[in-house]
């Protein structure tokens, strides 16, 4: 059953007209939960309680389905003024980006132009920038796209998902480049030739790429709301006697924010990954896709209106 409701979702999430209602009649539904709201000035909001709260914070103006320039413009506009007004408030906040919205679909030279935009801006405001990881036919054109531009620009990292068969290969490749990436699990529906369809397996594979990636004495994002992955992480530290300094756990905005919380009072930094934008249905969809009890929350929150 769950995973039938996970393939449902998933199969959502990438449906165009459902994507330009949700953009039409605004965030309902139970979505508020997940996503800090339609404008910078929303999201600057919660970036401030959170940081309140001991709570570091990487923000993502969403996006999907861009396939033409000035959409892909338009996107990276978007990710120069969330620059900005982090720059200018003082905020504990960086951002992340898909490739997609900044025009991968489009060209090479788009992309790369927004992305050489972006970076500058950053370089000025002191803000770090992550390359999200998309889906597994976007997987190898991402990873090469972040080698191109991390020897001009130390202010920029990637994610590696653990569910793939290459990233043991990715993760050898990209040692050299002393890369800060941010481990996750993967969020996409993939067939089993690329990657591993049992949970096991990508748990196992998950706790190697942490041990690999920090052994080798780079920075490490552990993207995780998994209690085993969690502990896991807290012991090899503790055996290998590896500084705080040198890692971080990552947390969705809206799920689990006691554990958030718990970890940042045990002293580990805690970054919470806040979502914003009009385009946020199928971001929306992947968080009901990941776990059951996400659904239950937002049926109840329907219910109550």
Same mark, same amino acid.
């Given at each position: ?111 790369? $132009?927004?992305?050489?935009? *972006?970076?500058? /801006?950053?370089? %000025? ?7 999200? +990881?998309?889906? =597994? ?112 756990? $990552?947390?969705?905005?809206? *799920?689990?924010? /006691?554990?958030? %919380? ?7 930094? +805690?970054?919470? =990954? ?32």
């Amino acid at each position: 059953m769950e995973q039938t409701m996970r393939s449902f979702f998933l199969f959502l999430s990438k449906n165009k007209m459902l994507t330009k209602l949700a953009k039409r009649y605004g965030l309902r539904f139970g979505a508020r939960r997940f996503v800090a709201g339609e404008t910078i000035d929303l999201a600057i909001d919660v970036i401030k309680r959170l940081n309140a709260n001991g709570l570091k914070v990487t923000i993502d103006y969403l996006g999907e389905f861009v396939d033409n320039e000035r959409e892909a413009n338009e996107m990276a506009d978007q990710c120069i003024e969330a620059i900005r007004a982090i720059g200018c408030e003082g905020l504990d906040s960086q951002i992340s980006l898909k490739l997609t919205s900044m025009g991968l679909d489009v060209s090479s030279d788009v992309v790369l $132009q927004n992305m050489h935009r *972006i970076l500058q /801006e950053a370089k %000025e405001h002191n803000v770090f920038v992550t390359i999200d +990881m998309e889906d =597994y036919k976007r997987c190898g054109r991402t990873i090469n796209i972040f080698k191109e531009l991390k020897p001009k620009y130390s202010h920029v990292g990637t994610v590696i998902q653990a569910y793939l068969y290459r990233t043991e290969q990715d993760m050898i490749n990209l040692n050299p480049y002393a890369p800060n990436l941010r481990l996750v699990k993967g969020a996409y529906k993939e067939p089993a030739d690329v990657a591993f369809p049992d949970k096991t397996d990508v748990d196992e594979n998950f706790k190697k790429i942490i041990k690999t990636h920090l052994l080798n004495g780079h920075y490490t994002a552990v993207a995780t709301h998994d209690d085993n992955i969690i502990e896991y992480t807290k012991q090899l530290v503790a055996k290998h006697n590896i500084s705080k300094e040198q890692f971080e756990f $990552q947390m969705l905005y809206g *799920i689990r924010p /006691e554990k958030q %919380e718990q970890l940042a009072r045990e002293g580990y930094t +805690m970054r919470v =990954y806040v979502p914003y934008g009009t385009d946020w249905y199928g971001y929306f969809m992947r968080r009901l896709a990941e776990r059951p009890a996400n659904v239950s929350f937002v049926l109840k929150g329907i219910v109550k209106k």
